[in-house]
């Protein structure tokens, strides 16, 4: 592991990273083409929260949280902490001690590969908090990682600067690269799903709205009147 | 996998249904014989929904949800959808759009054996869903399933028009045949627990209330007065 | 299995026990050594609920919660029901009945490496419960097992009068034996975690307060002034 | 539960069925329609081990093994035995004498939504059992289930009497009903898979051999010659 | 944790760990009363070994195997590597280098709550192995631990001495203080199997030779002669 | 997701990819400093096995094993074919049709996110195949993917051309402009373990051949004589 820590990083437009948390975590991996979703593992903490940030990234060693103390000191307004282990850790690497150390730097939440804790803490003080679970087991400070660099978190590669969009569905990222064109591409799904919820209201069906009827039967689906005598013994 | 939509199927009564839902989950399950629930993984993804209604089946390939835009079509008022995949699957398979179209149909819930999305609009909604995951992860509409057809959730076999009761307990299923009488054996062990509960707030003792405390020592529990100084040497 | 229920038990001060209830979970954990804290998913049913108690242990085999019955008529008022299996089971062992009953009892809560149901219920009457699972499924009453014996709950040997502490963080265990001690350090850890908070609001950093930056620097980390232009090409 | 045990069942034709399990699971399952298939998380406990046979079903309460004495003694020769439980158990359900006792009923296997044991002595005595586990945790004779009624095992309905073919790739279901029918559907796919080899080991390409060359680009996929430079940096 | 490494540790008399590795661990586990049994997660990584032995526990950080050296050179004759952490940790705590030096101590084999590495070394050494898993990941020496003192591991509260007995069908504890009334229940239960095995090879039926065949009408099991017609209707 | 399959792909050299691959997973995944290793769930499907090779990688839809029929005709001699899923998936995309088109192209293996089958065959064949599952259950073709572009793999990311080193530990990636400089190192290491295990051999002790024993004692471990009568009693 190379042991540093990267000072800066370049980051998207604020404005930009601001309407994207707007947009919402479905819409936006839906925009970007169905990608960049954080496994379902990841779960929100503080259920109702939803926010869009900079990736600051943190690489620690399983049970050893102290390279977030490192990267906090990083930390800009509007970023998110990310945090990724070198193997598998549920310990509660975050609390509300942390907590406040990001909200003092103007930080905005933290997407955890591993536990969190102080949960009710980060409640009361509406700090939103992703996790892979909820944990009280503390960790150690003797192994240092590195701030900063590529990580791995839910089940995808973050990239420091990464867009990254969290709600009660869970996290997505976005290339910052391509934050703009993403936040285009959303705006335009919820234009269309918003279409689409009015149609739906007046009696519309999704098939006639996506124009799928057809291919359906195009590829053998055959309707049945029904009803069938289904037998109904069982264990 | 047989490329088949049946249109109509065969449902308990209304009344029955309904009454049902008001039983709760667990009364249900312990009336009909401790049998019909499924998996704890299939979790309540709106707290403190409670409904009953008939099933509407959806078979999908993984990562699919074409079939369900068949299905919804297909529900009508006091309907649950239920969704089973050939194999397991995580992806959010249903979200706000197809809610809206499901109320409009008049359905009143959704079961997923995959995962659900959009679930803070779900949330405010009101829509209640129960799944195995909560995820963004979007699907594909590629490959034709099945609807109304016998299927797997939450491991247990599903027959259309089956009574799904689902509450934050998780989620039962009483085949059609036997609501009238589940019923009425829910209604009975409602009055029993009822008569239980206030023996209980009277000093009342659960072995006495049961009749177990004898049965207890012939199986050969013997007391012991202690207390035993029992070794606190842990790690 | 020794088929024993053991009528009582010896407990830690109940001040103390009070007390530590207040710390809160993470708190206690780091002030026993970071010791004690049961496996994360042993969740808690109640959101917002905190406790502290001594352990009626109940030691039941799968899918059988005969023994409940026993522990509860041996339960004293601020006991903590503690229940483990002699092998692997997530149905739903306790639920409203129960819960009444212990509540007669004075009993504040129940830590269950099982299944919990009536869980809305639960929730209603404000009777906290932490569970490796929420599930309907019933339970037998066949098997004899044991009360106030040592058993395992949530991946931690667990004996007869531990002070049980549970939050929304999960639970940890203290031996009634180091209850005073453990909650002196644990008001020690509070006092000096207080400190820090305000150390932070002031623009304190936590590398400093802990006095860790010279450590870091010895074991190698590196600081770079960045950005690095890292490649966003991803699947 | 009904607490029932059926003595005789229907069978698929004998030879039928010897003839399934020289198929092999993947072609079976592949030759009725990718169905049938158990979840993978049912495991060979003897490597190398094939057989296929009629299910003699059993439905236990966790922990519990009672049933399988029961089943046993209604085994004919050429069936597999197949156990379910009510909830899900991890626990030893099966080891060399059940096994001695299947033998001299002319029993060819055991499939176990459970745990086994005696793993070892059952590798010797070339005794197959697929399993969801291996553990030699005991089980009791306390609750009376089920024999030859519908039940759940690897994510399936058994129904008496099916064909259960499995290998080291798992189990498949086959309908006794269907048997004939899926047998010959296997014939033709093991045909077709072995033209298909030869065609390889000649040089063909498989997109060739399955006429799926046009299709791959009519859906979008678009060749680049390359090689990309692709990045390298990673934690 | 407390940071201390016990020299040395009480054992049971060498013959009675010897007798009752050849017992096997589901004879020793039955033979103790059902109890004493890991988690069927710690499986064995070199197929047919059958081991039994002293246990020197080692208590490590996640990650971390530094104390695996410490203890190692406390190990004599007969002795079992036996380790646990103070979270969960799936790394590569093991290899064949601490083989090595466990065999030169005359050590018989290493039971892990983690992983293991170096698989197919250990498997050419013919030195036993049982994990949690089998991973490559490397570990720090950076967290000092202890050796010798009581120990989670496999499920298990696991006491310096314990009598250790694994083979394929996982793991067993004894207290060493019990080793030779457990050895004396053990040549009792093989005895009666064998009994039983003869008898069953004679045509006895297990119902009878348990005399359970009475118990189960009792407890309402009933016979049907069958068949009955079961549908085959499924998805 | 971008439908493109790249032709071409640049290769570490030929030489230094075999002579890594006789080095051994967790040799090399120490030598590049612990890095790269895949989570331990991605096991060997055929025991024994040892490979080393450029990764030619392929990324699919859940349950759309398409892309592998256009990656595998991509193949050059020397390669192994690495197969992501944009979300997981269990399904058996691999068996021994592909098998043998990977062997005709030259192709020396196969790592899956998703499970193999026919694994039999695949044994027998001597094909080496490393997975996260073992399943039955048939893909369809129906999702155009990608091929040669980075992917998710056991927890990694793959770049196409990644040297893929693969045995019974599991699976580790060397970007394939690090591996000469990783292969250097292994080299170094296997002579360091050489002579550690003569030395271990010869009476040494570990923590004297790696310079740790004092540390320890800094770090605060002390010894102490023992033994200590811990207490037994257990459940």
Same mark, same amino acid.
């Given at each position: 592991m190379n042991k540093v820590a990267i000072?800066?990083?370049?980051?998207?437009? *604020?404005?930009?990273?601001?309407?994207? #948390?707007?947009?919402g975590v479905a819409t936006v991996h839906e925009a970007q083409g169905r990608s960049g979703a954080m496994e379902p593992e990841i779960r929100a903490g503080v259920p109702g929260a939803a926010i869009a940030g900079s990736a600051? %990234?943190?690489?620690?060693? @399983?049970? !050893?949280?102290? &390279?977030?103390?490192v990267a906090i000191e990083l930390m800009e307004p509007g970023d998110?902490?990310?945090?990724? %282990? %070198? $193997?598998? $850790?549920? !310990?509660?690497?975050? *609390? !509300?001690?942390?907590?406040?150390?990001?909200t003092q730097r103007g930080g905005v939440g933290a997407v955890l590969d591993t536990g969190a804790r102080d949960i009710r803490d980060l409640r009361e003080q509406g700090f939103p908090v992703? $996790?892979?679970?909820? $944990? @009280?087991?503390?960790t150690v400070k003797?192994?240092?990682?590195?701030?900063?660099?590529? +990580? &791995?978190? #839910?089940?995808?590669?973050?990239? @420091? #600067?990464?867009?990254?969009?969290? /709600? /009660? !569905? #869970?996290?997505?990222?976005? @290339?910052?690269q391509h934050a703009a064109d993403v936040l285009d591409a959303s705006h335009q799904r919820i234009d269309k799903e918003e279409a689409m919820r009015t149609a739906i209201k007046q009696g519309g069906k999704?098939? /006639?709205?996506? *124009?799928?009827?057809?291919?359906? +039967?195009?590829?053998?689906?055959?309707y049945d009147d029904g009803p069938i005598d289904w037998p109904f013994h069982r264990e």
């Open positions: 000072k800066t990083i370049e980051r998207a437009d *604020g404005e930009v990273i601001k309407a994207l #948390g707007k947009c600051i %990234t943190v690489l620690c060693a @399983p049970g !050893d949280n102290w &390279m977030l103390h998110v902490l990310v945090v990724g %282990t %070198t $193997s598998r $850790s549920l !310990d509660g690497f975050f *609390g !509300d001690i942390l907590a406040e150390f990001v992703w $996790s892979r679970a909820i $944990s @009280p087991q503390g003797e192994t240092v990682g590195a701030v900063n660099v590529p +990580i &791995m978190c #839910g089940g995808r590669l973050v990239i @420091p #600067g990464d867009v990254v969009v969290a /709600d /009660d !569905d #869970g996290v997505v990222l976005v @290339p910052r999704t098939l /006639d709205l996506l *124009g799928l009827r057809e291919k359906l +039967i195009e590829k053998g689906l055959r």
